[in-house]
């Protein structure tokens, strides 16, 4: 029996994912799920024809990432212990991929890793620790401010193999067992924190999250992103409040709005942002505060 399968969650990726599954057709797996997210480009086209020989697409109406995942988990057919979740602009080899299986081997108490991530040569951020206000302060910041906070993210060339609050969710290789006990991705978030939350989750259930930084996956970054409204950073807001609600509590969540609100009105003042991308996100969060946790 192979010992893993693959879920690749595609919207507007007709551009890369081709190369995602050509990559996967490389690496030992037992099944290759694509869902996609309603996509109105070619993506769907693209994907059938580059599906490998244990490959099968679906496609539903788009629910969010998180959401194609755990349909992608539940189309899952065969017998296998990890699942692993790809970008559809992210390609990983089987050097990298028999690196993240042999450490979950060797560390019976983790349920989640993640590579180092790269593109065209350059390493980017591959992982980081929890989310709280001051860190998504600092993400809206100038670096001249913004080096007084805590960040989130880890910087390039500073994470080191073993634990950390969270591995990007480009490529993630999870444990099914943990992942069923937690009850799969919160469909709550639209796009973006699925990994943070999915992290958070584990560890209250006594699993950990690492980081594998001699494993790397290659990642356009934002591929599909770019292709959305303002570059899903309407998304972006409204999923940074709901974590924040969920992870720490409602005060937080108003906290960093409040907060950063006036930093947009800010960034609209100086020409850095346009009053409607500032509205977008303003109005993003309040439909997550109506919606509620």
Known sequence: ?????????THQSEDTVATTLRALAQLPLEEVIVVDNDSTDETSHVAA??????GRLVRQANRGFGAGNNRGVAELTAPAEF?????PDAAIDRPSFERLLAYVDAHPTVAMVGPSVWRDGEELRSAGRDASVLTEWAREL??????????RPLEPGTARTGPVG???GACMLVRLEALRAVGGFDEGFFLFFEELDLARRLRTAGWQTHLVADARVDHAVAASRRKTAFSGEPHFAASTYRYLHKRRSRAAARMWFTGVTALW???VRTGRMSAE???RRVE?????RRAGP
């Open 265 to 267: 009105a800010v960034r």
């Open 83 to 87: 699942v692993l979740f790809l970008n």
């Open 1 to 9: 029996m192979l010992r893993a399968s693959a879920v690749v969650v």
């Open 284 to 288: 993003a969060v309040h439909r997550m």
């Open 49 to 54: 024809a580059a599906l490998p020989a244990n």
């Open 166 to 168: 969270y591995v990007e």
């Open 277 to 279: 991308d500032r509205a």
């Open 142 to 151: 100038p670096r001249a401010l913004s080096r007084w906070l805590p960040a």
